[in-house]
């Protein structure tokens, strides 16, 4: 019997991976001229499907990852721009909205958390206003009279994954068709891609030129950016000493239909502290809210009957009226989580010093995918036109890497 091997297509770019990140960085790089492959067996199935869409630098806030703030500003700060060129390009609604945020704390233990944390807010210049109970009543009427603070950030915002992937997606292919020429199938490659190919193929540090697809094509690129979150880490001839440490932080997440006698349940994205466990609730347009997320590190793929309960309880002690919505959909998937939460972002240095041409690393956004993607794009494609942001040093993907620190990154 023979076996025959596919023709190698050839692009400018190949991002590896269809979630949102993957898709920002090959919009953005599309848009710089380039010509882009994007391989995925199911691109925007991931991450990208259960995401809530908050794009929240303030409200995300944790202790100690005070250097991420500085990179989750930058990337809010695009997002106006990034959306609204997209809507503008394809006439599609992205889901981006100036929606305000409002901090909740059910008990006073959940208070003087939500206190702390406004303090830390505050102390890096965000803008956190304290309403009174009352104040946020008036604002909110279906909010519990048992609340016991309430925080209006004006800044945090929010988009719809789901409605982004899909314009980025018809837009890929409808300039991959009109001005690179290229059919939609070979834009968005729906294979899965399994090694990295290098210009010594017994060198894993030496060039990469591209990727070999599960069915045997090799796709030849001048760069090759891996953006497949959790997949990364595994992947076929990854760079000698490159380590990705990457893990699965699941989370269970929900949307509901509201009742038109409900409507509006909230006008503003709700984010709660429920005895020491967040809770948030999101509204959109079309009458649905989307309840999240647990972040359970158990390894169980599929929905937690415990965390489904625990949304639903806490959402609730915000919101009673939640019990009487519609519970339209369960979603549970996996975060891609890094020790320091913050991603792996950039070049890799080789064992022997520079870096390794064509390739670029895109993963572990844990939290953060869908509000880092517009930065995430922006800094990969820069360093592909060869401008390197040394600000962004700090989320090099060799930092886990012992063997692997370059002399610039101490
Ligand atoms: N970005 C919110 C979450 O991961 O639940």
């Given at each position: 019997m023979s076996c025959t091997v596919p023709d190698p297509l050839s692009t400018d770019i190949a991002v590896i991976g269809g979630g949102i990140i993957g898709l920002g960085i090959a919009l953005e790089a599309q848009r710089a001229d380039h010509r882009v492959t994007l391989i995925d067996p199911?691109?925007?199935?991931?991450?990208t499907y259960a995401a809530a869409g908050m794009l929240a630098p303030v409200s995300e806030l944790h202790y100690q990852e005070e250097d991420l703030l500085s990179l989750t500003l930058a990337s809010a700060a695009r997002w106006p721009a990034f959306a609204g060129n997209l809507a503008a390009e394809t006439?599609?609604?992205?889901?981006?909205r100036t929606t305000p945020t409002l901090a909740l704390g059910a008990d006073a233990a959940d208070r003087a958390a939500l206190g702390d944390l406004r303090e830390a807010q505050t102390r890096q210049g965000l803008q956190v206003t304290r309403l009174t109970t009352r104040e946020a009543r008036v604002r909110e009427p279906l909010l519990s009279p048992r609340i016991t603070a309430a925080h209006l950030i004006e800044q945090d915002h929010q988009v719809d994954p789901r409605a982004l992937a899909n314009a980025i997606m018809t837009r890929l292919a409808a300039v991959g068709a009109e001005r690179d020429g290229v059919k939609p199938e070979q834009t968005l490659v729906r294979t899965r891609a399994t090694t990295l190919l290098h210009e010594d193929p017994a060198d894993s540090r030496s060039r990469v030129t591209g990727v070999l697809l599960a069915d045997g094509t090799q796709i030849h690129a001048r760069e090759t950016i891996l953006a497949n979150g959790l997949g990364a880490a595994g992947f076929g001839s990854l760079p000698d000493s490159l380590v990705l440490p990457l893990r699965p932080v699941h989370g269970d997440i929900l949307r509901l239909r509201v009742p038109e006698h409900l409507r509006p349940l909230t006008t503003v994205t709700l984010r709660g502290m429920v005895r020491g466990l967040p809770v948030y609730v999101v509204p959109r347009e079309d009458h649905t809210v989307v309840i999240g997320a647990t972040a359970r590190e158990?390894?169980?793929p599929g929905v937690s009957a415990g965390g489904v309960h625990q949304l639903l309880r806490d959402a609730q002690v915000l919101l009673p009226a939640v019990a009487e919505l519609e519970l339209i959909e369960t979603t549970a998937r996996a975060r891609p989580g890094t020790p320091d939460n913050a991603p792996l972002l950039g070049r890799v240095a080789s064992a022997d010093g520079p870096d390794v041409p064509g390739l670029l690393i895109a993963t572990g956004?844990?939290?953060?995918g869908v509000l880092l993607t517009p930065i995430a794009a922006h800094v990969i494609v820069e360093l592909i036109a060869g401008r390197r942001d040394p600000a962004w040093d700090r989320f090099r993907p060799d930092r886990f890497s012992p063997a692997l620190q370059p002399k610039e990154y101490a």
């Open positions: 199911d691109p925007a199935t991931g991450a006439g599609l609604d992205t889901g981006f158990d390894g169980n956004f844990f939290r953060h």
